[in-house]
């Protein structure tokens, strides 16, 4: 063993777990296959106890059994769990949160609505290191309103930096609409300065929108502390609502009134059911209400939240941290030695709660890591992506996860 091996990366895992004051969590979540070390809750969340109890009793009681009066509780369901996202775990006020549509639809709904409260500034700002389907979207959006994308091209590992925005914002004086990044970054897990960068984009005149798929339920957001315009995120990864669950969107309570959302369905009418003529919005974020909810995945979403809100985020934090700590000393000592590069931030600070290694068989090692009983996920080119769930991950998982990998790619079984 090299001398310079970080300490933590000797500790007993099992003792680190004895001493992990969210451990009992664990218990709160279906685990069918307790030999399955699963490294991918910020893909897919494992299930709460209680979502699939919910789900049961969605279904047996509430659809069978109420039928279609079950809507005189099912409508207020997306602003009641936005509104316990939004205060539990992402620092809104009341009233700025709802559950509803998908991801990539909310992100279209705000970036569109971002581009025409700024008719006459042509650039959006982005990072080419983004999530594809916000990229995506942005691309048919600037196509279709004219508009044009100042890329930023970050480092790959650190992500845009407050620099970066200054500089592409100095580039185009007056002339940006929109800033748009995600907080924490899926592949490296880059923390962007969401306060400093939301600063800038303001004092530019420009609207900013964050995506938080991979930071709500990770990571503290403080939306309101920080002024944020416009964010967005998904309730399947840290917040365990299960596949497909319904996504959220967040908007500042004094935009609500002032930003005009470009898919003006029945369930943001006022008076809903009068079903009159032209469209006037409900006051407040029931106004971006679209149409008919899931209920059944609104229900699970509900329960994956609470989990969150109960364990609480500044404690959830905090074990992100001592996770990833664990599996970047594990990294140095075991896998570094393999030809292994990390492709996460060090500093903890400025990392989620996944921890990204690169090598270039990153594929195939995936393919072997999931055939031992170890689920990571691949991101292409060379990474393999520890997603590391505060509430369902063990240190003992991270040991098991990171030496099996060491195995497959060479190291002496003695290793780990
Ligand atoms: C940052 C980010 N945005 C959006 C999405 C997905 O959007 P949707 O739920 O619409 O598929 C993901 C999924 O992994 C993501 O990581």
């Not at 969107?249 to 959302?261: G, K, P, T, V, W």
Request: hydrophobic share 45%; proline share 7%; aromatic share 6%.
């Amino acid at each position: 063993v090299a001398l310079d091996v970080d300490p933590i990366a000797t500790a007993d895992p099992a003792a680190l777990d004895a001493a992990d004051p969210l451990a009992p969590f664990r218990r709160r979540f279906v685990i069918p296959d307790p030999d399955i070390v699963y490294l991918d809750g910020n893909s897919l969340g494992r299930p709460p106890l209680r979502a699939i109890e919910r789900v049961a009793r969605v279904a047996a009681e509430e659809w069978a059994g109420e039928l279609i009066r079950g809507w005189d509780h099912w409508l207020e369901a997306p602003r009641r769990i936005g509104d316990l996202l939004g205060t539990g775990l992402l620092g809104a006020n009341a009233d700025e949160v709802a559950i509803c549509d998908s991801t990539t639809v909310n992100f279209y709904r705000l970036a569109s609505a971002a581009l025409e409260a700024r008719p006459a500034r042509r650039i959006i700002v982005t990072d080419r290191a983004n999530f594809p389907t916000d990229r995506y979207v942005l691309e048919g959006l600037a196509r279709d309103r004219d508009r044009e994308i100042a890329w930023l091209e970050p480092d790959p590992i650190d992500g845009p930096t407050v620099d970066d925005v200054e500089a592409v914002l100095r580039q185009h004086p007056g002339d940006v609409a929109l800033v748009t990044l995600s907080h924490v970054n899926y592949r490296s897990a880059a923390i962007a300065d969401l306060p400093a960068i939301t600063g800038l984009a303001h004092a530019s005149g420009a609207l900013v929108l964050w995506d938080l798929s991979h930071s709500a339920g990770s990571v503290p957001v403080g939306l309101a502390e920080h002024g944020v315009d416009l964010a967005v995120g998904c309730t399947y990864k840290y917040l365990n609502g299960g596949p497909g669950a319904p996504a959220y969107l967040y908007i500042r309570s004094d935009l609500q009134a002032e930003l005009r959302n470009p898919i003006q369905g029945w369930f943001g009418q006022a008076d809903q059911f009068e079903m009159g003529q032209g469209f006037r919005p409900t006051a407040g974020i029931g106004g971006w209400l679209t149409g008919t909810p899931g209920v059944l995945g609104l229900g699970a979403a509900e329960e994956g939240i609470r989990v969150s809100v109960e364990a609480g985020i500044e404690a959830i934090r905090a074990k992100g941290v001592a996770l990833t700590e664990y599996a970047i000393a594990l990294h140095d000592a075991w896998l570094a030695p393999l030809g292994f590069t990390l492709g996460s931030p060090r500093e903890c600070g400025r990392r989620g709660s996944h921890v990204s290694v690169r090598r270039a068989d990153a594929r195939e090692l995936t393919r072997a890591l999931i055939d031992a009983g170890v689920i990571p996920d691949f991101r292409a080119p060379d990474s393999v992506r520890l997603g590391l769930s505060p509430l369902t991950t063990s240190f003992s998982d991270v040991a098991r996860g990171i030496a099996t990998l060491a195995r497959l790619a060479g190291g002496r079984p003695a290793d780990g």
